[in-house]
């Protein structure tokens, strides 16, 4: 079966300080990931998503990057932490074709200082 | 580009009783909608999902419907428990692959059930 794994938890970084999340999932092949941000109490913003390797397309303008090194590995870089990048990192996977559903990662909790 | 609204954005009521959140979409090409459950804390999990080739599914006490005309869905929870206390978010897509089929998300409906 498929898994999707996100690390860390929890990460508290001062600001100007860089940031790397990554996320990973095994039992697929060439999936679609994506990287969203939840606010608190907020619904999902989707900040990035890639279906391959090196295919990276962003849906907001902001202070983060991601990359695909391999198929299955999406992480998500800041070389200077905002403020307002406080909040819930969220990883997805869904399968490569067609509209297939959503699987999230537990999520990385980030607070700026 | 697509637009979900979903409402309530809260829901308070007895165990026992049914809770239904609903949802509308502006594109007429939406062809997948599924729902997610968000505990406190959490990651949402996938709950039930409908494509626009059937009208209602149901699993259990969850129930999804879907009036393409209307271009609406719902979510209906029979016999509430304490347990489905969460955040409940809709999500449409309309395509195959790329941006296209990229979820667009409600903001939410946070769902109390009390005891």
């Known amino acids: 079966s498929q898994t999707i794994h996100q690390w860390p938890a929890t990460l508290v970084q001062p600001v100007g300080s860089p940031l790397s999340l990554e996320c990973t999932v095994e039992?697929?092949?060439?999936?679609?990931l994506y990287w969203y941000r939840q606010a608190a109490g907020r619904g999902l913003q989707l900040l990035f998503y890639s279906v391959g390797i090196g295919q990276i397309s962003s849906e907001v303008p902001q202070n983060l990057s991601a990359s695909r090194p391999q198929d299955r590995q999406f992480i998500l870089s800041s070389k200077k932490l905002l403020l307002s990048d406080s909040g819930f990192y969220l990883c997805?996977?869904?399968?490569?074709?067609?509209?297939?559903?959503?699987?999230f990662g537990d999520g990385t909790r980030l607070s700026i200082l | 580009g697509e637009n979900v609204e979903q409402h309530p954005s809260t829901l308070s009521v007895q165990e026992g009783d049914s809770a239904v959140i609903k949802c509308t979409y502006s594109?007429?090409?939406?062809?997948?909608f599924p729902w997610y459950k968000q505990e406190l804390g959490k990651r949402p999990q996938l709950i039930i999902d409908i494509r626009s080739n059937v009208g209602e599914k149901k699993d259990q006490r969850i129930a999804v419907t879907l009036n393409k005309t209307a271009k609406h869905f719902s979510l209906h929870i029979t016999e509430t428990q304490p347990e489905d206390s969460a955040v409940y978010f809709c999500?449409?897509?309309?395509?195959?692959?790329?941006?296209?089929?990229?979820?667009?998300f409600g903001k939410g409906t946070k769902l109390s059930v009390k005891p």
């Open positions: 039992g697929t092949s060439n999936p679609n």
């Open positions: 999500a449409a897509s309309r395509g195959y692959g790329g941006s296209q089929g990229n979820l667009i």
């Open positions: 997805a996977w869904s399968e490569g074709q067609g509209n297939q559903p959503q699987h």
């Open positions: 594109d007429s090409a939406s062809n997948y």
